[in-house]
């Protein structure tokens, strides 16, 4: 559905995206994560034709695209991480004016607004609603003209922890109504909760791309310590046991070795009576993909 | 076709909806209202009124409305549907346009207690026809100034800069300058001013043929000048 390959862009001396390569299938969650400024957005800019990339190729649907035939956005929903929507203008009037710019019917804004439980904002102009009932209303405008395929930047950026789940929920719904998606977000539990396949970007490379249980494989040749409370025990004999202190803030820690230095860390701080130094928990795993994603970031 | 009048319907909304707008749109007609109230020997200044009008009109509502828009992002939103973005901006264009020629038509209505005469058909029409070619002109400029201010900040402040060039421009004395510049001038719209002038205070003057052609060229100085002007701003805007 799309497929990038040797894509690249410079502003000016600074090169945001140096040969990026990638496909997403139809009918699949594709994340894309990345810290900022690592050139996600671009990449999102490029494909929708908002930027024109310096080389490499550009394919959506199977159509190579330079400059966008205007009707291939009939096609692609696109929901950005602020909702931009028309703050003077109703939840409704927003609403039939994309479905009039998509060419979509209009009984098709009644369905979306059913279908987001806006039925009661309806006639309330987009500036007095809430952050989360905005972003729900600009997800409603992304799929009014019903697209194969929805691109989201950084959906739940700013939000509640409760609306943020919330907007997961119906993008979830969204993914198993068989849309494509594509997911720009530096958020891992929402990637972790609804992507079939990731990429981690960084300084404008592909760094790792697969599944997220490959990711996890890849980098589970050391298992993460973590401890709570009172790190200073462990941290202090960290170099002894051959273990790397991956962070530390306050009353936790979090260090990182081969699978049997973990193991006899963890033996050791058991053996010592935990609640009398003050440790509150304390637990060994393998890395999940927060931890895959901070190591490949702050890697070499 | 449909979505033409859902666009121009969407700007007019957005505008009354707006009361930011609606003063900027009735402040002149006021502001005129009540000078021509108080001074109603001063017929010069109706034609500063005119200008003024259009300019405020026109180049602050269009600017102020493109780059509202590109701060919050809903020009980025109309750029990812099939809309072309060049439609969506000459709407914007055409709405302050027509904006600034009801308010022309309220002024001159008003001046009309004090000159009868304005209201006449020919000299409605020819004041008409000069206050389009303005707004044109100035439509183009109001997108000139989106391509270029990052922020609502900035238009207010390269607008009230172009307002002081417009200053200059009234106050220049055409009479001194050389023949042959006076005669490259008296066809650019900068003289607008002018054919106000003419148009409304001039006793003898009679709408004819001499007044059209200048008109005619500058309208289409002004639509070649916008269409520039909105393709350079979609240029830069998808870089």
């Given at each position: 559905m799309i497929r990038l390959q040797d894509v690249r862009k410079a502003?000016?001396?600074?090169?945001?995206?140096?040969?990026?390569?990638?496909?997403?299938?139809?009918?699949?969650?594709?994340?894309?994560?990345?810290?900022?400024?690592?050139g996600k957005t671009t990449i999102a800019r490029m494909l929708l034709c908002l930027t024109q990339a310096d080389g490499g190729s550009i394919s959506l649907f199977g159509q190579r695209v330079t400059r966008m035939p205007r009707e291939l956005y009939r096609r692609i929903g696109v929901v950005f991480d602020s909702a931009n929507l028309y703050d003077e203008i109703t939840v409704v009037?927003?609403?039939?004016?994309?479905?009039?710019?998509?060419g979509a019917p209009r009984s098709r804004v009644d369905e979306v607004i059913?279908?987001?439980?806006?039925?009661?904002?309806?006639n309330k102009k987009v500036r007095h609603l809430s952050k989360g009932l905005k972003q729900?209303?600009?997800?409603?405008r992304a799929i009014i003209h019903n697209p194969e395929l929805i691109i989201l930047?950084?959906?739940?950026?700013?939000?509640?922890?409760?609306?943020?789940?919330?907007?997961?929920?119906?993008l979830a719904d969204l993914y198993r109504s068989g849309k494509t998606l594509l997911l720009i977000s530096h958020i891992m539990q929402e990637v972790e909760q609804l992507c079939s396949r990731v990429a981690i970007i960084k300084d404008g490379r592909i760094a790792v791309m697969g599944s997220v249980s490959e990711l996890r494989d890849q980098f589970a040749s050391e298992l993460v310590l973590k401890v709570r409370g009172n790190p200073k025990p462990v941290l202090d004999e960290a170099a002894q046991l051959g273990l790397r202190v991956v962070h530390h803030s306050g009353d936790s820690a979090q260090l990182a070795g081969a699978p049997a230095q973990v193991w006899t860390a963890l033996r050791q701080l058991l053996s010592r009576d935990p609640d009398a130094q003050g440790i509150k928990e304390v637990h060994a795993a393998g890395p999940s993909l927060e931890e895959v994603y901070i190591r490949v970031v702050n890697g070499p | 076709?449909?979505?033409?009048?859902?666009?121009?319907?969407?700007?007019?909304?957005?505008?009354?909806?707006?009361?930011?707008?609606?003063?900027?749109?009735?402040?002149?007609?006021?502001a005129a209202f009540v000078i021509f109230l108080l001074f109603p020997d001063s017929p010069s200044l109706v034609n500063l009124f005119l200008l003024f009008n259009i300019y405020i009109i026109t180049v602050m509502n269009t600017s102020l409305s493109i780059v509202h828009e590109r701060e919050t992002g809903t020009l980025t939103a109309m750029a990812v549907t099939p809309l072309d973005l060049r439609l969506v901006l000459a709407t914007k264009a055409a709405v302050s346009v027509g904006f600034s020629l009801l308010t022309t038509l309220a002024i001159t209505y008003l001046?009309?207690?004090?000159?009868?005469a304005l209201?006449?058909?020919?000299?409605?029409?020819?004041?008409?026809?000069?206050?389009?070619m303005t707004a044109l002109l100035f439509a183009a400029v109001a997108v000139m100034i989106s391509t270029f201010s990052a922020t609502v900040k900035q238009v207010e402040q390269v607008g009230t800069g172009v307002i002081m060039g417009l200053l200059l421009v009234l106050m220049l004395p055409f009479d001194r300058l050389p023949d042959a510049l006076q005669q490259a001038l008296s066809w650019l719209p900068i003289l607008n001013a002018r054919f106000f002038l003419d148009a409304v205070l001039a006793p003898s003057f009679s709408p004819g043929p001499g007044q059209w052609a200048p008109i005619a060229v500058n309208l289409a100085i002004g639509l070649a000048l916008v269409s520039a002007a909105i393709t350079w701003f979609r240029a830069k805007f998808l870089r």
């Open positions: 502003y000016g001396a600074v090169e945001a995206v140096k040969g990026v390569s990638l496909e997403v299938r139809p009918g699949e969650c594709f994340g894309l994560l990345g810290p900022n400024g690592a009037g927003n609403l039939q004016y994309a479905a009039a710019s998509f059913e279908q987001f439980g806006l039925g009661p904002h309806r729900r209303t600009a997800i409603a930047d950084e959906p739940t950026t700013g939000l509640d922890p409760d609306v943020a789940q919330e907007v997961r929920g119906i | 076709m449909n979505i033409v009048v859902r666009s121009l319907s969407l700007e007019v909304t957005k505008v009354f909806a707006s009361p930011t707008l609606i003063v900027l749109l009735l402040s002149p007609v006021t001046a009309a207690r004090n000159i009868p209201i006449e058909p020919g000299r409605l029409a020819v004041v008409t026809g000069v206050a389009l």
